[in-house]
């Protein structure tokens, strides 16, 4: 065991050193296969990456099994070069079959998945998911033809608009357009519950040839109770479109006094334009006086003392809670706005 031992030593510390190099070389095949060995490992990262560096591989490996069995006629160099070839081709195959696993099958859902759901780093698997509620099928929509009539065309599906363009209206009054990559009945999807029914409110028809996709309602429900990550991912896209639509339309919206009315505070109409309140009762020459309905202008001792602020503001004892703050709005909690519906009442000027 002890001579075993030291004679392995010997091999290792005490290695024959060349005398000599030989001036012959292994031959075409055997630098064709290093040189293409060489070239593959400079491949990256990720599927390509490696099919890329087994596609380099196995043809240097073949060079070198045949290197092996023909010019060396070695038993170990053609098996192992052999063995690490058939390797490489099982990786080829594997990492063919992955990849089309993970393609799309269309152009046009490839071009949807790089324009708007790889930006939210959705993975591939999870968009196929999707792309398989709507059973992969885009819908045409030719110039002129309607997808909606106000009144008539039941809420039961969900669209997203892939090209085109799409005009909403009302009563025949233009809203707003839909463009490319947005939901065509977003605010109509978000007016009902799932167990709720309803019909558009708004017209929508085609100006141009247009190309969309569309999950119907009661399937769209059912993926996004089983993966709570595509519910997520609903939430988001339709609330970012619902809000793209209401600026659409807030650019519509102005009260009397030629004010620009901000759609998410509509409790503050009386605050951005008291004056037209006023108008209504009275012309601006009134100085203030407060009319008798007989139309005379009373005495100055039936006018207040000061109109501009309540006896319970000027009261420091009065609670506060029951003051009335003018620069808050007297509901804050906006209303859900729907598509089509008539704008929001003003809410009434508190008496002073």
Same mark, same amino acid.
């Given at each position: ?9 010997? !091999? %290792? *510390? ?5 005398? #000599? ?7 075409? $095949? +055997? /630098? ?61 195959? !594997? %990492? *063919? ?5 993970? #393609? ?7 071009? $949807? +998945? /790089? ?238």
């Amino acid at each position: 065991m002890d001579s075993n031992n030291s004679t392995l030593e010997d !091999h %290792l *510390l005490y290695a024959p050193i060349c005398n #000599g190099w030989t001036n012959n070389t292994e031959g075409a $095949l +055997y /630098q064709l296969g290093n040189t293409i060995l060489f070239l593959g490992y400079m491949g990256g990262s990720g599927a390509y990456g490696c099919l890329f560096i087994f596609g380099f591989l196995s043809p240097a490996f073949l060079c070198l099994t045949l290197w092996g069995w023909m010019t060396m006629c070695g038993l170990d160099v053609l098996s192992w070069n052999g063995l690490l070839l058939f390797v490489c081709l099982i990786q080829i195959s !594997h %990492l *063919l079959f992955r990849l089309h696993q993970e #393609g799309l099958p269309s152009e046009e859902l490839t071009s $949807l +998945y /790089q324009a708007v759901y790889l930006p939210l780093g959705v993975p591939v698997h999870v968009f196929k998911q999707i792309a398989g509620a709507f059973e992969n099928k885009v819908v045409e929509l030719k110039a002129g033809e309607t997808y909606a009539v106000e009144g008539k065309t039941s809420i039961d599906q969900l669209s997203f608009l892939l090209s085109g363009r799409i005009n909403v209206s009302l009563e025949g009054q233009f809203l707003h357009y839909i463009h490319r990559h947005q939901f065509l009945d977003s605010p109509e999807w978000e007016s009902l519950r799932p167990n709720e029914e309803g019909k558009f409110q708004v017209t929508l028809t085609a100006e141009e040839d247009s190309r969309y996709i569309t999950w119907r309602r009661r399937r769209l429900y059912l993926l996004m109770s089983k993966e709570r990550y595509i519910a997520r991912l609903f939430a988001v896209m339709l609330g970012y479109d619902i809000a793209e639509k209401l600026y659409n339309l807030n650019n519509k919206l102005y009260i009397k006094s030629g004010v620009l009315l901000d759609i998410r505070l509509p409790s503050l109409y009386h605050v951005l334009a008291p004056s037209s309140q006023g108008s209504e009762g009275g012309s601006g020459s009134d100085g203030g006086l407060i009319k008798d309905p007989k139309g005379e202008d009373p005495s100055p001792e039936d006018q207040p003392s000061d109109v501009s602020q309540p006896e319970h503001w000027r009261d420091p004892e009065k609670p506060t809670s029951d003051r009335w703050d003018p620069e808050l709005p007297s509901d804050p909690t906006p209303p859900r706005f729907l598509r089509g519906r008539a704008p929001l009442a003003p809410t009434e000027t508190p008496k002073l």
